[in-house]
């Protein structure tokens, strides 16, 4: 909101009260259940480092969500002026980003091989075949000319096809994240930057308490109160928008 106010937005003091005890009931429900792992799994004497590690994830996830508010806002500007074309957004976003990755590539390659190590899950057959049996396999398979190319095939043996555990895992949570950015863009083209913030926020709650819960870990009653703050306030901003948008209906209908 305050990144907002500085693009030249102007927000209702309903929207300015429920965004603040969105605020307050997100670092509540965070520091509690920071405190009460530190109390769980630190000693005394490092009550101090864990406040310290706490201080410093809070303040870089303020930067990532002051950066992200001014994509955000961004974004809404373009959709105003191009239309709200969010399949490109979605597309440009990610692609753009891949050479940041470059400089991590032996990182990201010992990270694919730990986890290329892992148990498999599906093991066919399930003892290996002999190296007698090869997969020919043209780089020209993919293109709509290769029946017009010269056959040149690389022998590729296959003895054995498994899919490592933590590779399926990997998919999965692919794709679970691909539904979730997919949703957001959705609804970044639909709604205010302001609006897909707080819906982001509730659900990253809603996320900590669903670990907290998987994990058999108790819920703080920190948390439990900082749950309640912020679903209470994402209803007052709903129900605030709500009633400006039944105004608006109503001042359209009265001119005609």
């Known amino acids: 909101m305050l990144v907002g106010y500085l693009w030249g937005n102007r927000y209702s003091r309903i929207r300015v009260l429920s965004v603040a005890l969105l605020t307050v009931g997100i670092v509540l429900a965070a520091y509690s259940d920071a405190r009460s792992q530190g109390k769980t799994n630190s000693s005394s004497s490092d009550s101090g480092n864990t406040t310290a590690s706490f201080i410093t994830g809070l303040l870089t996830l303020l930067i990532a969500q002051i950066l992200s508010a001014g994509m955000g806002l961004y974004t809404q500007q373009i959709y105003a002026r191009y239309g709200s074309h969010w399949q490109e957004n979605l597309f440009y976003i990610h692609f753009l980003s891949l050479p940041l990755f470059l400089p991590f590539f032996p990182f990201l390659q010992t990270q ?145």
């Open 112 to 256: 694919l091989a730990r986890l290329a190590s892992s148990p498999s899950i599906f093991t066919f057959p399930s003892t290996p075949l002999p190296n007698l049996y090869q997969w020919n396999v043209s780089p020209f398979f993919f293109s709509p000319l290769h029946h017009l190319i010269p056959s040149i095939k690389f022998p590729v043996p296959i003895t054995q096809i498994r899919i490592p555990m933590h590779f399926a895992t990997l998919a999965l949570n692919a794709l679970t994240q691909y539904l979730c950015i997919r949703g957001v863009n959705m609804l970044g083209a639909r709604t205010s930057a302001l609006g897909v913030s707080i819906v982001l926020n509730i659900r990253k709650l809603v996320s900590l308490l669903a670990s907290i819960w998987l994990f058999g870990n108790q819920l703080p009653i920190g948390v439990l109160m900082g749950a309640g703050v912020v679903f209470g306030s994402g209803a007052l901003y709903a129900w605030n928008g709500g009633s400006d948008r039944r105004k608006h209906l109503g001042s359209k209908g009265k001119r005609y």
